[in-house]
């Protein structure tokens, strides 16, 4: 059987689990989306329209007061930026205020609830009553009534403010309450909802986690056996394979594992075969031969150039170049062709001497070249003997 036959099986039976609860919870989500719906699509913009008008309302009555306050005054009545400034924010205030009643008509209007005509009306002659009351107070200023009226009125207004306050309040309370209603039907489809998860989540849980342990087993034992061959194979044992335990989906990874360890084996085996013919082409090269790293140290060199300084391979491999060099009088050393003065696909030669085992001084024509492939990483050191060592050679 299948990994995912048997996943399958285990899905299905959380899937069912899953379905009865969506069935048994679809009723209470419809109604909780429809209640949330009702709360923002009407309580709450009336309630911004309420707090929106009665504010402009207050802010009508505040500025008209200022006008009355400054006409009253034969002094202040003379200044006339302030009086002009005064009666165009009273203009902006009076827009305002229609604005948001027609904006609350209208919502009202649309929702046609129990006692929103009511409501419609209250607000509606609450307001025009009040600016009716506002503009008479600025007639009687505007034409120098005398000052007892002047206060009688602006008292009556101030009265009045009082009971257009007091309706948009009674407005306000009657869409809070209408707010809390749907709060509790909220709280009581969320509480209905919670009991079906209650009761029927713990059984999907439960489902999901015995159908995960039951996966887990099957699937760590191959990943356990394919994590060890993988460390193995990374520490060198190329043999190392992974036993074909299953036939599902895990044993086509163990095989498409052992296809590639196989592959790795014979291509490290080209490799290293590469790897000796190059080294047989370098030993057997003609002449004088160091390649360095870029710190200068001896990575390769070839036979003639250890029969020539007397050295076994090993004595040199490892060694900084500088060693096998004599220092002249002009302190030119193989030092001045590390590869990070010696520019990409330039050489450099140099007359020196080399310093063979015994101590002896051999004179020597070498050229430097830097090892480049995107940045520097060593350097080839390429030369003759200009005089014979020991049988002879240049």
């Keep these: 059987m299948r990994i995912r036959d048997k996943l399958l099986f285990g899905y299905g039976i959380i899937t069912l689990v899953t379905t009865i609860v969506a069935v048994l919870s679809f009723q209470s989500t419809r109604a909780l989306n429809s209640t949330f ?10 309630i911004d329209n309420l707090h929106n008008l009665q504010n402009s309302g207050i802010f009508v009555f505040a500025v008209s007061n200022e006008i009355a306050l400054i006409l009253s005054n034969a002094k202040t009545r003379k200044t006339f930026p302030l009086l002009e400034e005064a009666y165009e924010e009273l203009a902006i205030a009076q827009d305002l205020l229609h604005v948001e009643l027609n904006a609350y008509v209208e919502r009202l209007s649309a929702r046609n609830h129990e006692d929103d005509a009511n409501f ?6 609450s307001t025009k009553r009040l600016l009716f009351l506002l503009n008479k107070q600025l007639i009687l ?13 602006m008292e009556e207004v101030a009265a009045y403010e ?26 009581s489809e969320i509480s209905r909802t919670q009991n079906i998860a209650t009761v029927f989540g713990p059984l999907g849980i439960f489902a999901a986690i015995m159908v995960a342990i039951s996966s887990m087993r099957l699937i760590t034992r191959g990943l356990t056996a394919m994590k060890n ?53 370098i030993h057997s090269l003609v002449g004088l031969l160091f390649v360095t790293d870029n710190n200068n140290v001896i990575t390769t060199t070839n036979f003639e150039t250890l029969e020539i300084l007397g050295y076994a391979e090993d004595e040199v491999i490892g060694k900084p170049i500088t060693v096998f060099f004599e220092k002249t009088r002009d302190s030119i050393n193989a030092g001045a062709w590390s590869s990070s003065k010696i520019k990409h696909n330039s050489t450099k030669n140099l007359m020196t001497n080399l310093i063979a085992k015994d101590g002896t001084a051999i004179p020597a024509l070498i050229t430097a070249s830097t090892l480049y492939n995107n940045h520097p990483h060593g350097t080839v050191y390429l030369g003759q003997t200009l005089a014979s060592k020991g049988h002879g050679s240049e």
């Design 120 to 125: 419609i009306e209250h607000m509606t002659n």
């Design 162 to 187: 009082i009971t257009f306050r007091f309706t948009a309040e009674a407005a306000l309370a009657a869409e809070i309450q209408r707010y809390a209603k749907r709060s509790s039907a909220i709280r």
């Design 37 to 46: 719906d009702q709360v923002s699509n009407e309580t709450l913009p009336i």
């Design 229 to 281: 061959a993988s460390f193995a194979l990374a520490a060198g044992h190329l043999d190392t394979r992974v036993p074909l335990m299953t036939k599902d989906e895990l044993g086509d990874v163990a095989r498409s594992f052992n296809n590639m360890a196989l592959a790795l084996k014979s291509k490290n085996s080209e490799i290293n075969s590469t790897k000796t013919y190059y080294n047989e082409i």
């Design 141 to 153: 200023v505007e034409e120098g009534a005398p000052h007892e009226d002047i206060v009688a009125k």
